[in-house]
């Protein structure tokens, strides 16, 4: 694999592009790294797909398929990238990221940190990201304040699996109701039916461009019918969470953990 390029590349948002995000929950610019770091990137990742990296402590999965099938996988995820690759903090794209991060949450940079996952929709049958609320997903033991930045590193268009949003969606107080993907908890795929897509605005975008969306702002991907891999890093920038009183009901979490560990029991040799 080749060097990572050193060359710097620096985004700027304008007053009129920070107060979009604030007002819809969402953003997307044309730009936040170079043509050759986006080539550089594409390695990594592709490195880290072809080799299944991470798939033995559980980093590498079908996110919309049951854990550990042996079928086709339609939305095949790495976690923590950076574990690998620590040189993907060093890139132009997780400084510019990080930065303009911070400006969307109005929080002084050393308050935001992150880390990423990358999702691949393969060519031809790259499955639906439904509807969804990232916060879905996270601590309901904690109050979160975060958003996601999505880079493509192949033209994202509506036909391969473009980000759509739903305008104000982040407002909610707080996260909708989410189940699984097909209702099986050892589908590690969240959906909500509680979205008004006649609403959404999609947002195409080429790859080295980015979208950002607030961890409330319902969005979706459609699946992947061209003949081309639509492959995305998405990289999740917070401020340290606060402690609820009591923690949120997410059933949806509860029963997935309860599915694995299941699945593990029924794996584990018994005496």
């Known amino acids: 694999m080749r060097p990572r390029p050193d060359a710097e590349f620096d985004v700027t948002l304008t007053d009129e ?23 550089w990137l594409r390695e990594v990742y592709d490195h880290l797909f072809s080799n299944r990296v991470g798939e033995e402590e559980g980093a590498y999965f079908d996110l919309g398929g049951r854990r550990a099938h042996g079928g086709k996988e339609v939305l095949p995820q790495v976690l923590g990238p ?13 400084r510019n990221a990080r ?34 609320q990232d916060e879905a997903y996270w601590s309901p033991a904690m109050l979160h304040a975060g958003l996601s930045v999505w880079l493509p590193l192949d033209p994202a268009t509506l036909d391969s699996g473009c980000l759509h949003f739903i305008p104000k969606s982040h407002l909610s107080e707080d996260v909708l109701e989410h189940r699984h993907i097909d209702d099986d908890p050892l ?14 605005v999609a947002c195409p975008i080429d790859a080295g461009g980015a979208t950002f969306h ?33 923690p949120a009901a997410r059933p949806w979490i509860d029963a997935e953990a309860e599915a694995l560990a299941k699945l593990e029991s029924l794996a584990r040799p018994q005496s």
């Open 99 to 132: 930065r303009l991060s911070a400006a969307l949450m109005e929080l002084p940079l050393d308050d935001v940190n992150g880390g990423g996952h990358m999702i691949l929709k393969p060519a031809g049958y790259g499955g639906a990201t439904p509807w969804h």
């Open 17 to 39: 592009q920070l107060a979009h995000y604030r007002e819809q929950g969402y953003l997307s610019i044309d730009r936040i790294t170079s043509d050759e770091e986006v080539e």
């Open 214 to 246: 607030h961890c409330r702002t319902l969005h979706y991907a459609a699946p992947n019918t061209t003949n081309r891999e639509r492959r995305a890093y998405i990289t999740v920038f917070s401020a340290q969470p606060t402690k609820r009183e009591a």
């Open 82 to 94: 950076e574990r690998v690759f620590p040189e993907l903090r060093e890139t132009s794209h997780f």
């Open 187 to 200: 589908v590690h795929g969240l959906v909500t039916d509680h979205v008004d897509a006649s609403q959404a």
